[in-house]
């Protein structure tokens, strides 16, 4: 259980606490994102109640690799209106330190302490925005790729692409053998590479050895055509999570890059909106 | 005037201490790690950012006046603010680097890296929804 003060982090509620929902002990919950296990706490039962309906399926008992306390300090009829977009800094850039604000939410992160403090509405919007900044910082051998993950039992191929490229449409459509369809951590380790689902959108926990990459596009057939490795990689650059706040973790997050570029072949998948895409997205990865 | 005339006077270049690279294929990219801004060097361009790496620390690399494309591409560089100029150190090479390349070095293309990817999208705060919605046996 985590302290309720920090007294290094500098928070002011951006509403006044919801009167309805007075404090209550603080309580936790343990979530896997990739085998890093982040712990979660909270005096509002209800938020843990919504939060553990957001990441069900990836509960974990594992120690966790961070502890994020989150302070209700909004209703959740506080709720912004759009696209999320990207976080801001609310303090010159520390150390192993995070002071960022999104849409009627704060959060300090202290990544030597591994320990951050959310304030926000009574909603997990907040967690998701703080996770997708956080988890590149934490997972140092690997990737954050803006990727759905599908497997034919034995190896995963991730299927990335820009907002509306088919992700979602491709997932939905093998839904028996799909792990994630917005986020998945692409791990480099002593055997290969790993893909791994993340807890976003649509998830279920998964790993598999990563089979190859799919580049997609909608069309009104399936067509698969091999990348050149140099237009593989261009590609590939706009759809990575990069921990751009702090210059060494780029430049080891571009090391890895590298390597998977290297290594992985990638194809551009013009696909149908049909069921029978598996047969061409599973094909050999010679093809 | 003669090239070595030419050498002399021309201004020597080495890389930037906040980039990081990496032959990619045909190609090699250029992270700039403070302006979180990646560039594509073609086959030509690669080759001439390699010779300029790999020398030791202090040098920098001249041009022969023939070399007017070279010399272009590592103005290109240095407004970048991938490379910058060195007013000490080796003498630099009037070797032809880019003998055997049929292209020009280019700088072919260049993104802004982003915290959220491809992933800042239209979609809601939120609107994912719970997890767990693929069936838990396949």
Redesign the interface.
Known sequence: MMSTANPDVDLRPLVQRDARCPASSVVSRRFDFANVAVEFSSSDSRWLAQLS??????ETLARPALSIRYDVVAPASA?????????HSTKAPRARRLDLAG?LFTVSADLTKATAVIAGPR???PV??VM??LL?LLTSDGL???TALV?D?TRAWAC?????SGKSTL?ALL??????D??ALLRVGPHGIEACSL??????PGRAPLAGIHMLRHGREHRRTRL???????LL?????????F?EA??RA??T??TI??RVPVWELEFAPRPDVAAVLFAEVSS | MTDNDSEANSPRFRRAS?V?W?K????T?V?D??A?R?F?LNEAGGALWHALVELPEGAGVALASSERDAQAFLAELASLGLIEAVSDGMPGSSTPLLAGFRCSPKVT?S?E????????????????????????T?
């Open positions: 309906r957001r990441y069900a399926g990836f709720f912004p209106v759009g696209p999320l977009g990207e976080l849409p909603h997990t919007y998701d925005a997708r900044e590149p954050v790729f803006h497997s039992g990335s692409g820009p907002s509306g997932a839904a028996e053998r799909a792990f994630c917005e986020l807890p976003f959108w649509k998830a279920r050149a490795p140099e237009k593989a990689a261009q650059l706009a759809q990575v999570l990069w921990p751009t706040r210059p780029l430049a571009f090391a890059f590298g570029a290297e | 906040h990081a990496r990619i294929g045909n190609e990219v992270l790690l403070r979180k990646a594509g293309w993104d890296i982003r915290a959220f990817g491809g992933s800042v999208c239209g979609k809601t705060p939120g609107g994912g929804g719970g997890c767990s919605s693929f069936p838990q396949a």
